[in-house]
Nanobody
Framework: QVQLVESGGGLVQPGGSLRLSCLAS????????MKWVRQAPGKGLEWVAT????????LYTDSVRDRFTISRDNAKNTLYLQMNSLKPEDTGVYYC?????RGQGTQVTVSS
């Protein structure tokens, strides 16, 4: 049974940083393609980043490229999203996804 538990969100000022975590169970992160998506208030889901199986490729939506970094710790079976230079438009609920499964999400609020 696939389970994903996100954490690490919070309130941060513009320009600040956060690191989101996604603890996975029921499958092996190291051999899986995984992604982060987000949902801003009143809007639909938006793809943020993908890491391919084996980590050979990391893909980002244009608005976060050069600010966000997707990575994983195979020993901890955990996916991460390091977010730097945060902007108010990054506000939303962030979810990790694998094969259509999604966690409960973690709230990120960027505001002064």
């Amino acid at each position: 049974q696939v389970q994903l538990v996100e954490s690490g969100g919070g309130l941060v000022q513009p320009g600040g940083s956060l690191r989101l975590s996604c603890l996975a169970s029921g499958f092996t992160v190291s051999t899986s393609q995984m992604k982060w998506v987000r949902q801003a208030p009143g809007k639909g889901l938006e793809w943020v980043a993908t890491i391919t199986s084996g980590g050979r490729m990391k893909l980002y939506t244009d608005s976060v490229r050069d600010r966000f970094t997707i990575s994983r710790d195979n020993a901890k079976n955990t996916l991460y999203l390091q977010m730097n230079s945060l902007k108010p438009e990054d506000t939303g609920v962030y979810y990790c996804e694998h094969s259509g499964a999604r966690g409960q999400g973690t709230q990120v609020t960027v505001s002064s």
